[in-house]
């Protein structure tokens, strides 16, 4: 119970990427922009990638180093991101795995820590600067 009190937004949001993954493909409208599964890829693990961080950084500064979380914070859903794709090539769905989503979720896994590093500093001089 203690793990989802803590990392709720992180599980939540990894649930909704296993819905989105595993649902039919079929009724859904052909979209005109190329490579949009593959955006839509990326802003997914974006955004895991910030939540997981954050969650992380919230539970976590005090007991490991900054650069374990930071780890972590990638590893964790590019793993993620990967068992995705093997369970989409080899369970009997509607779906098959591709690595090219791989690579664009790893990428959208990196940028999101990216930016989240970035945000994390910014927030780290401004209370700085407050004291």
Known sequence: MRV??????????????????FISTKPLPKVPISNFDKMVHLIMFLGLSGVVFFDNTLYLK????????????????????????????????DRTGDWMDFLFDAIGSFIGLAI??????WLK???????
């Not at 989802?4 to 993954?21: E, M, P, R, T």
């Not at 001089?125 to 004291?131: G, L, Q, R, V, Y």
């Open 125 to 131: 001089k401004s209370k700085a600067a407050e004291k």
């Open 4 to 21: 989802i009190k803590k990392y709720g937004l992180s599980i939540l949001f990894c649930a909704i990427i296993l819905v989105l993954c």
């Open 62 to 93: 005090n007991r490991i180093s900054y650069w374990r979380i930071v780890f972590g914070s990638f590893l964790f859903p590019t793993l993620f991101s990967g068992l995705v794709e093997l369970m989409q090539e080899y369970f009997p769905i």
């Open 116 to 121: 989240c590093m970035t945000i994390n500093t």
